[in-house]
């Protein structure tokens, strides 16, 4: 069974740090990539970044880019996601997904992890 | 980027009925197009990906259609666990683009 679980949410200040991390399980973690897509209290749903297989490729959103680091251990089967100057904007539920096809990035997501919430509030 | 536009907001349509809800790209996203399904305090659920093709697992209720700039999810006979919120995802060109969404509401 796939599993993707996300970690590392919580309250942040403005200006500040959080790294999340998703840990994965289930599947052949370095056959696909991966990906965080957040959602704002009561809002839609907004890609943030991507990763490739190997982790050499990375993609970000404009609104996180220069501020959020995507990484990957794929000795631990663990995405990452390293957010500096946090903005009171970027309190959302992230979630860890997964590529449905296997090598290549930039797909839908067949697995999504349950989300970890991060509050950035003063 | 690639804007996508998901109307009605909300459609309200009682079990048993056929619901359809469209989503529009502001350029042609040829065929790499996903719906997903949201219920509250879940995260979401792939149901069909390639415009037309249900994901695994997915009941045959749902069908996908369309390519370019216009789509439509379509759920044949609506049972109590489709009430849910509705996105249209792009994953033509980079950024990858969600829609605002459809909220499919029992009448």
């Known amino acids: 069974e796939v599993q993707l679980l996300e970690s590392g949410g919580g309250l942040a200040q403005p200006g500040g740090s959080q790294r999340l991390s998703c840990a994965a399980s289930g599947f052949t973690f370095t056959s696909y990539a991966l990906n965080w897509v957040r959602q704002a209290p009561g809002k839609g749903l907004e890609w943030v970044s991507s990763?490739?297989?190997?982790?050499?490729?990375?993609y970000y959103a404009d609104s996180v880019k220069g501020r959020f680091t995507i990484s990957r251990d794929n000795s631990k089967s663990t995405l990452y996601l390293q957010m500096n100057s946090l903005r009171l904007e970027d309190t959302a539920v992230y979630y860890c997904?997964?590529?449905?096809?296997?090598?290549?990035?930039?797909?839908?997501?067949?697995?999504w992890g349950q989300g970890t919430l991060v509050t950035v509030s003063s | 980027e690639i804007v996508m536009t998901q109307s009605p907001a909300t459609l309200s349509v009682s079990p048993g009925e056929r619901a359809t809800l469209s989503c529009r790209a502001s350029q042609s996203v040829n065929s790499n197009l996903a719906w997903y399904q949201q219920k509250p305090g879940q995260a979401p659920r792939l149901l069909i990906y390639?415009?037309?093709i249900r994901a695994t697992g997915i009941p045959a209720r749902f069908s996908g259609s369309g390519s370019g700039t216009e789509f439509t999810l379509t759920i044949s006979s609506l049972q109590s666990e489709d009430f849910a919120i509705y996105y249209c995802q792009q994953y033509n060109n980079w950024p990858i683009t969600f829609g605002q969404g459809t909220r499919l509401e029992i009448k």
């Open positions: 997904t997964k590529d449905r096809p296997v090598w290549t990035e930039g797909w839908d997501y067949d697995y």
């Open positions: 990763i490739s297989v190997s982790g050499t490729t990375t």
């Open positions: 390639g415009a037309s």
